[in-house]
Antibody, heavy 119, light 108 residues
Framework: EVELVESGGGLVQPGGSLRLSCAAS????????MHWVRQAPGKGLEYVSA????????YHANSVKGRFTISRDNSKNTLYLQMGSLRVEDMAVYYC????????????WGQGTLVAVSS | EIVLTQSPGTLSLSPGERATLSCGAS???????LAWYQQKPGQAPRLLIY???SRATGIPDRFSGSGSGTDFTLTISRLEPEDFAVYYC?????????FGQGTNLEIK
């Protein structure tokens, strides 16, 4: 059974940093592109970042470019999102999701981890 | 950036009725790279449809997708109580992979 479990969320002050992790199991992690999608409280879905199966290609939305970095460790079956220079508008539930391919829809999602940005 | 506009914003129907949700794109979506997701309160989104019309694993056949180019539709043939949720479309053919703003399907 495919499972994605996010961790690392929490309360951080504006300008601070946080690293999210997504532990994957139940499939060959190194064969799939992976993604981060966020959802601000009461709002819709916003696409954040993507990484190819071998980590050689990444994408970041303009809203996070230069502040967030997506990476993966295929030996640990883990996806990461390093978040820096956090802003109030970054506050959201962050979901990791598996991609069906490149390009591909997002066929499995984690339960999400909440990032709160407040002074 | 491709902007997706979903309509209606809210759809009020009763169990057993047919639901038709629309997703319009600001420019043509290549190779029908259009997906539909369902999200219930407090839960992660769930993939329903990919490639505009292919059902994801385990999705009941009362869900169907259609369309191409700039106009896409999600149809739920007979609503079950568990189908009342928010539905999002997403295009994944051109970066950034944008989502629509969602349609809230509520019980009438």
């Amino acid at each position: 059974e495919v499972e994605l479990v996010e961790s690392g969320g929490g309360l951080v002050q504006p300008g601070g940093s946080l690293r999210l992790s997504c532990a994957a199991s139940g499939f060959t992690f190194s064969s799939y592109p992976m993604h981060w999608v966020r959802q601000a409280p009461g709002k819709g879905l916003e696409y954040v970042s993507a990484i190819s199966s071998n980590g050689g290609s990444t994408y970041h939305a303009n809203s996070v470019k230069g502040r967030f970095t997506i990476s993966r460790d295929n030996s640990k079956n883990t996806l990461y999102l390093q978040m820096g220079s956090l802003r109030v508008e970054d506050m959201a539930v962050y979901y990791c999701a598996r991609g069906m391919g490149l390009p591909g829809a997002l066929d499995y999602w984690g339960q999400g981890t909440l990032v709160a940005v407040s002074s | 950036e491709i902007v997706l506009t979903q309509s209606p914003g809210t759809l009020s129907l009763s169990p057993g009725e047919r639901a038709t949700l629309s997703c319009g794109a600001s420019q043509s979506i290549s190779s029908s790279y259009l997906a539909w997701y369902q999200q219930k309160p407090g839960q992660a989104p769930r993939l329903l449809i990919y490639g505009a019309s292919s059902r994801a694993t385990g999705i009941p056949d009362r869900f169907s997708g259609s369309g191409s180019g700039t106009d896409f539709t999600l149809t739920i043939s007979r609503l079950e109580p568990e189908d009342f949720a928010v539905y999002y479309c997403q295009q994944y053919g051109s970066p950034p992979r944008t989502f629509g703003q969602g349609t809230n399907l509520e019980i009438k």
